[in-house]
């Protein structure tokens, strides 16, 4: 029962080996190729960058850059926590992890960021926690198409972050002295361009149009090779026309003078009765069993000694 499992197992692995190698042959092969018919039509490729290059530009300046702004802000214990004279809030910044999840929900609400930004797409803001030093920070970003804009949403979120912090303890009636606290840690001062999207995109557009350039001067390679080879078929001449071989009939070698393939003269005659060269009678051929051609008889041959003598 293994011994098929093992067959099929190494031909599956030999066949493995035999598609890799043929794929690495293809593969230099269409390299090889692909490179010749680039230095081929080198005009086509040098306008196909020249338009790349163009479309990267075009991206690159429609693209608008985006500027960042942050601030960290830091909730603060209430004052009967920290004690009414001379307490350190610093030592007491523990438990105030899910106030700080409330406020960030309630800042980041839909119905607040459609009160924020209105119906401007060029500008965005978010919230985020930061308790991995026990402290419970609040970071605020703000994104827009312009410095200016984006410090001044950031200036926007950090009082709405105050106010919200404010009305969420207030409409649990909690007294003054047991209110959280929020004071500014950081702010920008000057916001930073953001240019990783734009950089990807002139990238991505550049890449696109060298793909194109590689793939249409491929294609218009091989269209032109096809045509080349088209063309080349139609002007070969076809081949001659063998004629047929004539026969060569015994009858038409028969008489002839010494030289058998002699052209035949007009009184030349098929069989016995020709005339040779001074007109006397050329013997009748006959063609001696066994022999390879026609030989005169025993007698003919007895007669003309007689006459040479």
Do not use: H
């Amino acid at each position: 029962m293994r011994l098929p499992l093992i067959i099929s197992r190494a031909f599956l692995q030999g066949s493995c080996e035999k598609i890799a190698k043929i794929i690495r042959e293809g593969s230099r092969l269409y390299l090889s190729d692909l490179l010749r018919g680039l230095l081929r039509l080198w005009y086509v490729v040098l306008g196909g960058l020249l338009v790349a290059a163009g479309l990267a530009y075009l991206v690159y300046d429609t693209v608008p850059v985006e500027y960042e702004a942050n601030a960290t802000q830091l909730l603060l214990p209430p004052q009967l926590t920290v004690g009414l004279e001379g307490g350190n809030p610093y030592l007491v910044l523990g438990g105030m992890n899910q106030a700080l999840a409330i406020l960030s929900t309630r800042v980041n609400a839909p119905e607040m960021r459609d009160r924020v930004l209105g119906e401007d797409k060029s500008i965005d803001y978010g919230t985020s926690l930061d308790t991995a030093a026990g402290a419970p920070f609040l970071r605020i970003t703000t994104r827009a198409s312009s410095e200016p804009a984006a410090l001044a949403l950031l200036s926007d979120i950090q009082a709405l972050a105050a106010d919200e912090l404010l009305a969420m303890q207030t409409e649990l009636n909690i007294p003054p002295e047991s209110r959280i606290g929020m004071s500014q840690v950081t702010a920008d001062s000057e916001a930073t361009p953001q240019t990783s999207t734009r950089m990807q995109l002139t990238v991505g557009a550049f890449g696109v149009g060298l793909v194109l350039t590689l793939v249409l001067t491929a294609a218009l390679d091989g269209v032109l090779a096809a045509r080349n080879r088209r063309r080349e078929a139609a002007n070969l001449e076809p081949p001659a026309e063998r004629r047929p071989q004539e026969r060569v009939l015994a009858a038409d070698i028969i008489g002839r003078d010494r030289d058998p393939f002699a052209p035949q003269r007009p009184n030349d005659a098929k069989g016995s009765g020709a005339l040779g060269p001074d007109s006397t009678p050329i013997p009748a051929l006959t063609q001696i069993p066994g022999g390879s051609g026609p030989t005169s008889t025993r007698a003919d041959r007895r007669g003309q000694r007689v006459e040479e003598e």
